[in-house]
Nanobody
Framework: QVQLVESGGGLVQAGGSLRLSCAAS????????MAWFRQAPGKEREFGAA????????YYADSVKGRFTISRDNAKNTVYLQMNSLKPDDTAVYYC???????????????????WGQGTQVTVSS
């Protein structure tokens, strides 16, 4: 019943920008911490960013800090990832994840999260 659907991925040139969206349904969206992970071919799924239930607290991996911004609109049941200054190393499948009231301010492994989307491909060319 719970569904997370990512959108907004695509092909961009290095230095460009992209905005990902994740629309949630089947859950009380405002009760959940939301996060973005990414996974490049042959690599483990990597934490990128998380946002608290109200949106008041955010947390970023060092690899994206200063370039990516996570936000949410609880009225639309949607979480966003604004990606600027994209690099080829950002190429990956990006996944949206949800966890009930998870603490924001630290990195938690993928197994911690309750729900996942199917992912959206982001490719950054040089």
């Amino acid at each position: 019943q719970v569904q997370l659907v990512e959108s907004g991925g695509g092909l961009v040139q290095a230095g460009g920008s992209l905005r990902l969206s994740c629309a949630a349904s089947g859950l009380t969206f405002s009760w959940y911490t939301m996060a973005w992970f990414r996974q490049a071919p042959g690599k483990e799924r990597e934490f990128g960013a998380a946002i608290s239930r109200s949106g008041s607290t955010t947390y970023y991996a060092d690899s994206v800090k200063g370039r990516f911004t996570i936000s949410r609109d609880n009225a639309k049941n949607t979480v966003y990832l604004q990606m600027n200054s994209l690099k080829p190393d950002d190429t990956a499948v990006y996944y949206c994840a949800a966890d009930y009231a998870l603490r924001v301010g630290a990195t938690f492994p993928p197994r911690t999260y309750d729900y996942w989307g199917q992912g959206t491909q982001v490719t950054v060319s040089s």
